[in-house]
């Protein structure tokens, strides 16, 4: 019965996430990608992302060597901008408290669009169990994808908690229940504040999953 929690925005955020990425990218091909090349790219995960701007850039799609120059860069800026203190990751703590609950009696997954390394900095950083697995964005694999690798054996009932319209869209093109946390995943589905108290999260995920605590 995997219960998967996407991460941004979701467990917590870390401001100006676009930015750095532009940043890293900038210091592996010479040249930032702008804002508005940015803008257009429709992909959810970071090889999606990334493989559209190389596209645009280069004519020609990302390699896995390209994406793992990237995923070191990535690391890279966001341990010297969040480990020296120039900017402070933002947890939500109810949320986070709830996710541990769960994990403690039920299988839960971080499946999120960052890159594998990046997804281990974030996680580390917002202090989450390293027993709980995590799926980081793989190469050719878009949210959908990396959803079925992590539910892959489980039995049902499956959940997907997440906070962005992408999120909800591979949930439901898997036919998976979903959980929305914050304001920005409109939907008959019940959504949650970040501000949520664990008691309730974990009440709304037994009432989305059908079963009882």
């Not at 401001?15 to 930032?32: D, K, N, T």
């Not at 790219?41 to 596209?55: M, Y």
Request: charged share 20%; net charge negative.
């Amino acid at each position: 019965m995997p219960i998967c929690f996407d991460l941004d925005g979701t467990l917590g955020h870390f401001s100006a996430g676009f930015v750095l990425l532009r940043e890293a990218l900038g210091g592996i091909w010479g040249q930032m990608p702008t804002v508005d090349e940015l803008s257009v790219c429709q992909g959810s995960t970071d090889w999606e992302i990334v493989d559209e701007l190389h596209r645009m850039r280069f004519g020609r799609g990302l390699d896995e060597a390209g994406y793992s120059a990237y995923e070191t860069a990535c690391v890279d800026r966001f341990r010297d901008v969040f480990t020296s203190g120039a900017q402070e990751a933002v947890g939500y703590g109810g949320i986070l408290a709830g996710m541990h609950r769960l994990a403690s009696a039920r299988q839960v997954w971080i499946v999120s669009g960052n890159a594998p390394g990046l997804l281990a900095f974030k996680a580390d950083v917002l202090g989450i169990d390293a027993a709980i697995p995590r799926l980081g964005s793989l190469p050719r694999h878009d949210r959908k994808d990396l959803l079925k690798r992590a539910l892959r054996g489980g039995p049902g009932p499956h959940l997907y908690v997440g906070d962005r319209p992408h999120d909800l869209a591979a949930a439901q093109a898997l036919g998976l229940p979903f959980l929305g946390i914050g304001e920005d995943v409109p939907g008959d589905h019940r959504s949650l504040p970040s501000n949520t108290e664990a008691d309730c999260l974990v009440s709304a995920v037994e009432a989305a999953l059908g079963v009882l605590p």
